[in-house]
């Protein structure tokens, strides 16, 4: 890997996101915060792909959009390293705030200024660095809105171009990048397919050259076939631009083709983050084992020893004392019920957070290919 592979964009520590939440009981009612995501630290190196998996409902949208600001993080920071300063997303308040999420894109710090006392001028002067790819192709787009218009738009919210004819230049170059034809610009999206109208978002969310991407189960709707080509679009896209992807997804499958890294979390917590390699061919989490085992492997007599998920995931309202995984793990002892296990680094770049991760092996022969083996590309 090169210098750039191992540069520092984004350092996410101890990131915290509760939601109130009244819950009706007979004569009152009771007011409770649930965990979203409870103290999860993580980077994202420049042009390279981190994909977030775990069950509906373990956190990782809420992951996605408190990195962007989209909802607001309770606890932790969120650190961008962007330009030669550090930004943390975290001191964005008031007016800025408000600023940022109209653009839904990141802005900088220049010299010292304070992110909250910069002003909605000097925000807009900042180039936007962060978007958001949704996974309804269909909701996401204004239907009342041409393509142009709709690729156009993160260009003028933000001020980033003001000329009419530098706008329609790079919405044509970004549509093209994006296979989409000259033709298209003109037309509104309920023309169009799935995959198309996925490239049309795909567009809009990369045409001010943003830093950081999230990838919300973003080729989940689609069709298998359309699906590699989303996937192979954004690895085109990530090759040209260097841009990095936080990809959400349930697809384990799709998750190894596109990602460099990948974690896992589950009821608010990351319970394993490594190279993809490291996590599909050597898990150390009895909750990984568990999410691959589901996954055809292209060898099926392949020796190791499949695990089935039980039961539900736990309402975050209620959270299994110790190892949250404790109620589901069939290696389970009593120190997982008792004690949180610590998060540690067990072998090089492979984090885990379980007390048994140095006694139980679920390593299976590699076999599928992932883009584990890929660096990320250095960008000039
Ligand atoms: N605005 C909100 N108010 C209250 N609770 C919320 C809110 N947003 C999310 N939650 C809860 O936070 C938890 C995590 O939700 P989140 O959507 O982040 O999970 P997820 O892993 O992305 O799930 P999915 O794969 O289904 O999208 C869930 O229990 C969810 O019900």
Redesign the pocket.
């Known amino acids: 890997m090169s210098d750039v592979a191992n540069d520092l964009l984004i350092e996410v520590k101890n990131l915290e996101?509760r939601?109130?939440?009244r819950l009706k009981k007979l004569f009152r009612t009771e007011l409770q915060e649930?965990r979203?995501?409870d103290g999860v630290s993580f980077d994202i190196r420049r042009g390279e792909t981190v994909g977030l998996v775990?069950?509906?409902?373990?956190?990782?949208?809420?992951?996605?959009?408190a990195i962007l600001r989209a909802?607001d993080p309770t606890a932790g920071e969120v650190t961008f390293h962007c330009c030669d300063r550090d930004v943390d997303l975290a001191e964005l308040e008031g007016e800025s705030l408000r600023e940022f999420r109209k653009n839904m894109n990141m802005v900088f710090s220049e010299g010292s200024h304070s992110l909250a006392t910069m002003t909605s001028d000097m925000l807009r002067a900042f180039r936007p660095r962060m978007n958001l790819v949704f996974?309804d192709p269909y909701s996401s787009l204004n239907p009342r809105m041409t393509v142009r218009d709709i690729i156009a738009e993160p260009l003028i919210a933000s001020g980033m171009m003001k000329s009419r004819a530098k706008i329609d230049e790079r919405v044509r170059e970004i549509a093209a990048r994006c296979k989409l034809n000259l033709e298209h610009l003109r037309r509104f999206p309920h023309a169009f397919s799935g995959g198309q109208r996925q490239r049309i978002c795909i567009a809009r969310a990369l045409v001010t050259r943003p830093d950081f991407v999230v990838c919300?189960?973003s080729v989940s709707a689609l069709d298998v076939s359309i699906q590699a080509e989303i996937v192979n679009l954004l690895k085109d896209l990530q090759d040209e631009m260097g841009v990095a992807f936080l990809f959400?997804a349930?697809d384990l499958s799709v998750v190894a083709q596109m990602s460099h890294r990948v974690a896992v979390?589950y009821v608010?917590k990351f319970v394993e983050y490594a190279p993809t390699a490291s996590l599909f061919f050597h898990p150390r989490h009895p909750y990984t084992h568990a999410l691959l085992s589901a996954v055809p492997h292209a060898d099926p007599d392949a020796a190791f020893d499949p695990i089935r998920l039980v039961g539900e995931i736990p309402?975050?309202?209620d959270v299994p004392s110790g190892c949250r995984f404790h109620t589901r793990c069939p290696f389970a002892v009593e120190a997982c019920r008792r004690e949180t296990p610590e998060w540690r680094e067990i072998a090089a770049d492979h984090f885990v957070s379980c007390h048994r991760a140095d006694e139980l092996d679920f390593s299976r022969p590699a076999g599928t290919a992932s883009r584990a083996e890929t660096p990320v590309k250095a960008q000039g």
Request: aromatic share 4%; no cysteine; proline share 7%.
């Open positions: 996101v939601f109130p939440i649930l979203a995501v775990g069950e509906s409902g373990s956190g990782k949208t809420t992951v996605g959009r909802i996974q919300d189960e959400i349930h979390m608010g309402n975050p309202l």
